[in-house]
T-cell receptor, first 115, second 112 residues
Framework: GAGVSQSPRYKVAKRGQDVALRCDPISGHVSLFWYQQALGQGPEFLTYFQNEAQLDKSGLPSDRFFAERPEGSVSTLKIQRTQQEDSAVYLC?????????????FGPGTRLTVL | GQNIDQPTEMTATEGAIVQINCTYQTSGFNGLFWYQQHAGEAPTFLSYNVLDGLEEKGRFSSFLSRSKGYSYLLLKELQMKDSASYLCAVRDHNNAGNMLTFGGGTRLMVKP
């Protein structure tokens, strides 16, 4: 079956522009995560959804970052007034249930470059 | 919070064995994962340990010692396609959901 998909794969934005990044998780997966990965670093947690509920947004770096999953499936990460430090790969991951040991399946990421 | 350390880079020869170490500090350990990530691609799941000991899966094995806060990933019979970054990630039951805290990754280069 299909894995996690993300779009766009690449996004170039001018500083100050708003962007929206989309994640389509694996069908039926309850949990959805967003991570930010800087070049040469490991992914860093941004936010977590269980179905449509955003249960943890402690990793969002500022109030310019906003995520939603209104119907418990597709999720959108929005970044307002982008800054150069927002340049990174944004990874989405989903897992079947919120249980110990359930692996997370990652999408290919969206590479955001802010000029 | 969690502190996860792993070497930044390693080099090994095709056909050899390599061990990638990971040390962690966490207050509510609830499992350790290893992921492989090729450049520009998604991380893919390799292994999961929650109890002490060795988990073997083909050419890859992962070991965990909870008392030492230590894990390693062992890759045998290295192939050129094993050149990638290897990410150690820890789950903490104090965190909502099963979010993972990742180390910085170990970039492995396999040479002929």
């Amino acid at each position: 079956g299909a894995g996690v998909s993300q779009s766009p794969r690449y996004k170039v934005a001018k500083r100050g522009q708003d962007v929206a990044l989309r994640c389509d998780p694996i069908s039926g997966h309850v949990s959805l995560f967003w991570y930010q990965q800087a070049l040469g670093q490991g992914p860093e947690f941004l936010t977590y959804f269980q179905n449509e509920a955003q249960l943890d947004k402690s990793g969002l770096p500022s109030d310019r970052f906003f995520a939603e999953r209104p119907e418990g499936s597709v999720s959108t990460l929005k970044i307002q007034r982008t800054q150069q430090e927002d340049s990174a790969v944004y990874l989405c991951a989903s897992s079947l249930l919120d249980r110990v040991g359930n692996e997370q399946f990652f999408g290919p990421g969206t590479r955001l470059t802010v000029l | 919070g969690q502190n996860i350390d792993q070497p930044t880079e390693m080099t090994a020869t095709e056909g050899a064995i390599v061990q990638i170490n990971c040390t962690y500090q966490t207050s509510g350990f609830n499992g350790l994962f290893w992921y492989q990530q090729h450049a520009g691609e998604a991380p893919t799941f390799l292994s999961y340990n929650v109890l002490d000991g060795l988990e073997e899966k083909g050419r890859f094995s992962s070991f965990l010692s909870r008392s030492k806060g230590y894990s390693y990933l062992l890759l045998k019979e290295l192939q050129m396609k094993d050149s990638a970054s290897y990410l150690c990630a820890v789950r903490d039951h104090n965190n909502a959901g099963n979010m993972l805290t990742f180390g910085g990754g170990t970039r492995l280069m396999v040479k002929p």
